[in-house]
């Protein structure tokens, strides 16, 4: 019988929670939102699938995880694992000690906007559950089977070997589920070529071959890669300079603008939200339209670059809140992909009701997937591996 994990997601002003329990019908899950303010609130679903909504005035994070386990606790997890964004080169999840935390704070400055978060998360569920084994499940460690010609940048040796400037991809516990879901659906668990694109407010692509990242759009941080809700993605490394020096911006105005006010926002001046910018564009309105063009066509670009890395294509998965709930954006952007052989389903495409997992292709060519992703199902599952492999 599977143990009961809870998963502990902590982000700058939220916490994503889940109970994962053998039958995924039992599962508790929710969100503590708007951390620090007036109105923070713990919204989620219980046993049963009753609706669960918490006001919590003014809580910080470690209040609000406070209320969360004292809630939890009378469903008697038995371990807690923890998302955590930066593992540095930490090649699989962790029993944490001491030294994972140090080498977690280590990395903070690879990740100073989620490390910190996460810690606190940790530190609190410590303090709370001491005599509960806990595991950190790294967002990194997936893409550590790339090949050095795909992590390297083209920099110095110096900046590589003494301070760890390199490529290091995230949304490694969506791209691992996703493509080993797609794999096991394909009749070959773990074997063939995979493209997975995550598709949210945060979005990446992966190249996956016999279940290991071959590459990744993301790379040091979450900016680089395609364009996002707010994030730019790829852009002129030489940007920040002719900022600096017409606009009198400083570096951290720059990277406010790169982060916060770019990518969806910043292409349509209207919204991050892609249900918003599809509906505004049918409405006619430019700047929706643009964005939504400019995101199709970097994806697509994006997957044909990470195509080089694999030796076979066999499939394409769509996932993420984009990804699997926006039918207009898996047509755009394989429409870009002609010479990759896809026999898309206009049909199967647009069947798909919110949540559901199906292929929308013909049934000939490499295969179309939309997969619903279980990042927290995946945590709770490495969590167990870890503990499996310590007893």
Known sequence: MAISVLVINCGSSSIKYALISERREDRIYGLAENLGAADARIKGITIGGEPLELSIPYADHAKALETLLARLANYNPQAIGHRVVHGGTMTHA???????????????PLAPLHNPA???????????????????????????????RAYRYALPQFLYSDYQVRRYGFH????????????????????????????GNGSSTCAIWNGESIDTSMGMTPLEGVVMGTRSGDVDPSLPLFLSN????????????????SGLLGLSDLSNDMRTLVEASENGHEGATLAIEVFCYRLAKSLSALSCGLPRLDGLIFTGGIGENAANIREKTVAYLPHFGLQFSVEKNNSLARGTEGRIDHGTGPQIWVIPTDEEGRIAKETRQVLGQLN
Do not use: C
């Open 94 to 108: 962790e029993r944490l000690t001491q030294d994972t935390i140090d080498r977690i704070r280590h990395a903070v």
């Open 118 to 148: 996460n810690l606190i998360g940790i530190e609190a569920t410590l303090a709370l559950f001491p005599h509960l084994p806990q595991v950190a499940v790294f967002d990194t460690a997936f893409h550590q089977t790339m090949p050095e």
């Open 172 to 199: 490694g516990t969506s791209h691992a589920y996703v493509s080993e879901r797609a794999s096991e659906l394909a009749g070959q668990k773990n074997q063939g070529g995979w493209l997975s694109a995550h598709l």
């Open 246 to 261: 017409n606009l009198g911006w400083d570096i951290q105005k720059i990277d406010n603008m790169l982060n916060k006010e």
